[in-house]
Nanobody, 120 residues
Framework: QVQLVESGGGLVQAGGSLRLSCSAS????????MGWYRQAPGKQRELVATITSGGSTNYADSVKGRFTISADNAKNTVYLQMNSLKPEDTAVYYC??????????????WGQGTQVTVSS
């Protein structure tokens, strides 16, 4: 019922920047936390960054200092600002939500993914 839709992916050169957005739609829900994950071909999906409803953030070591996660709770939107992009950042990026809806908590809400490709 709750849907997450990512946008903002694309092709950029190494050293460039992108901003990903993830917007949630639906009804009767409140976020506990939201996060970004990524999956490169042939690799496991990995956590990139998370943000709680209170604004606490954490990042994978590989993106610290380069990526920034933020949220606009009023708009039910989370962002991932990606700077100093490297070819190894190339992956499909997925938005994830941990939320409470109709008294049920679940962290199994995912967007469809958006492709980020960083060229050398």
């Amino acid at each position: 019922q709750v849907q997450l839709v990512e946008s903002g992916g694309g092709l950029v050169q190494a050293g460039g920047s992108l901003r990903l957005s993830c917007s949630a739609s639906g009804s009767n829900f409140r976020f506990n936390a939201m996060g970004w994950y990524r999956q490169a071909p042939g690799k496991q999906r990995e956590l990139v960054a998370t943000i709680t409803s209170g604004g606490s953030t954490n990042y994978a070591d590989s993106v610290k200092g380069r990526f920034t996660i933020s949220a606009d709770n009023a708009k039910n939107t989370v962002y991932l600002q990606m700077n100093s992009l490297k070819p190894e950042d190339t992956a499909v990026y997925y938005c994830n939500a941990d939320l409470l809806r109709l008294g049920v908590r679940s962290s199994d809400y995912w967007g469809q993914g958006t492709q980020v490709t960083v060229s050398s």
